[in-house]
């Protein structure tokens, strides 16, 4: 046991130090002006977000089930929180944060993090994509009686975030351009909104605190709605980047043990004055480029952001809504998958109309739980319509003109029951029928029900009906109910 | 090779009906495709009818008790059917005719009427059904539904049948009768030594041109009496007119008012129908 967990120490956390520590600078100058930038979409200090930053950074580095994946304040998670904020305040969002931990706890050990799969890869562009236009969205209002000078540095630090990478490849472009259009504001004494007047920074380290909330029913009639929008997007957002840090490492993760750390990480957020967050696509990809494999990577992220903040808070202050807004410029365009564009040609209509769906749901209804769900109904229903489609009945009239045997082949379930029922002649007068099922798969009980009307049809108009093979057609349902067929059913049958 | 669709039932016309057919399949030389159709199970009236007062277990019992009522009559019907159909093919294997097909269908008349018509060169129906009662002046309501859905040359059977030596066209200057004209010019049906008539009625107001058809039908080589009479009631003046002359066979257009305008003034065709006992080939 002690073997096995030192070798289990040594593979996620000292087997890549030095890449580790690296990456971990990187990552945590990255995640700065995003932490700020999200905190002011969700309306909330800028230490709310940086607080939630560092807070999961550290936590999920030990109870995550994906390591070199990086949590903090996310995009997707302040969009969710815009009204509660607005409507209620920052206590409420603490206490929302805590039980959407709550939630994502149970959520892990439900093993809901296998529901993944049942999300099509069309859903998740679309998620991508709708988030990517949302936090541009969110942008907008910057601009609200800007003057020139708004868009000039908005536009310098674009062009910084492009072009320096081909240049300098050591450090985060954004950090280049938002310490470039600092420095030309304070230089030139521009007249620009700065950090320091969106809200207070964090000059301390967090302290533990209770919400201040009164613990009834009301509130949890406020908080609850939110918390179960909260979790669903931020399994959903955390589960997809696990699968893309698992691509990029070619390294298994543990889908459930994730959701339980997101939840664990979101519980010690929400008490430590932070707000919910989940895992983040862009940093986690940065940190994977940049060397970052083991959990060291995660840690060290969370811990240099602290020291950063807690030293240059001053310096942090001093930086325009400018800087940032390009830099959440850049990850909009970063996030959204301009692929899907092309691929619209390409790719089979259904499933481009399932990503569009899921877009225009959420950029409706601003709530990307929403438009997941919408999009997984719709990929669901465009399957069954699909498969469905894999039904098909052949007959033959015997030589003497008196009896057809219909042969059925394929799928029959509630989709195809009413395309099963219409391949049968009524209307031919013959003295009896043979129904050959043996090959065909009956699904459910609406199949079932519609062999019985057809049956009963034929009967009615005094034809004979044989089924051929309807206990091989049917095994799909009686599988889980029935005992007889069983290699043990002389073991089982006691017991009843 | 033309086919005449010929629709059999029970009724006393089924051998008249026959009879007719075998006789228009050796003058055009066509096979004939002998159809009778079921009524559906649904057609008959539910022997009780308890809707409403029954639970789930009387209905499921209900329901089978029902469907083994269906079941027997379902099989007696099919019975009946062969037995038809077998009768109608003896009949006409006896007139020479060579190939026949039997189609025996579940459905409604007219729709399985429809479903065959394309194939068929010529249809047949006796005037009334085997549920229709005899001795009544009213049409079969289906042969009412058939004649208005086809599009093809409708063959009505009457109850008497006799050798046709004299056929007699019933002129209006419309459509459909000149489509009844370019058929018997140019198909062989009527072209062996028949004698031709052609009346036109006029009502008070009408102006009936005939001398544009006397050339086409003589261009045929027919050699056709023409007379124009003047009377207020078409139908009469032409039942008079068959009676007078022993005509064999009335040839009309059929149906040229639409559907509400013949509920409102009643259709010459349809009294035609009624007060003709000889055989009718009506064109739409």
Redesign the interface.
Known sequence: MLSLSLLYVKRNWLGNIRNDILAGMVVALALIPEAIAFSIIAGVDPKVGLYASFSMAIIIAFVGGRSGMISAATGAMALVMVTLVKEYGLEYLLATTILTGILQVLAGFLRLGSLMRFVSRSVVTGFVNALAILIFMAQLPEFNGAGIQMYGMVALGLAIIYIFPRFIKGIPSPLISIITVTAICMFFELDLRTVGDMGELPSTLPIFLLPDIPFNLDTLRIIFPYSLTLMAVGLLESLMTATIVDDLTDTPSNKNRECAGQGIANIVSGFFGGMAGCAMIGQSVINIKSGGRGRLSTLFAGLFLLFLLLVLGDWVRQIPMAALVAVMIMVSIGTFSWSSFKNLRTHPKTSSLVMITTVIVVVITHDLAMGVFVGVLTSALFFARKVSRLLKIESHLSDNGEERTYKVYGQVFFASAGMFSDSFDFKEVVQQVTIDVSVAHFWDLSAVGALDKVVIKFRREGTTVHLLGMNEASATIVDRLAVYDKPNSLELMPKH | MAKLLVCIDGSAYADNLCANAAWVAKQINAEIDLLHV?R??SDYQAPTDHTGLMDFEVRSNL?EEL?KV?????????EK?KIILEHGEKILQKAGVETIN?I????SLVE?IQEFEDSAEMIFMGKRGEHANKGSLFLGSNLEKVARSIHKPLFITSSVVRPIKRFLIAYDGKDSVRKAIDYITEQPLLKKGLECHLLAVERAKDNIQTSEVEQILRQAGFTSRIKTEQNPHPDQAISSYVVENKIDLLITGAYSHSRMHSLLLGSTTASLVKACKIPLLLFR
């Not at chain 2, 269906?70 to 099919?78: A, F, I, N, S």
């Not at chain 2, 025996?104 to 459905?107: L, T, V």
Request: proline share 5%; no cysteine.
């Open positions: 079921l559906r199970p329901l469907t269906d079941e027997k009559r379902g099989r007696l019907d099919q059917g039997i025996h269908r579940r459905g399985t």
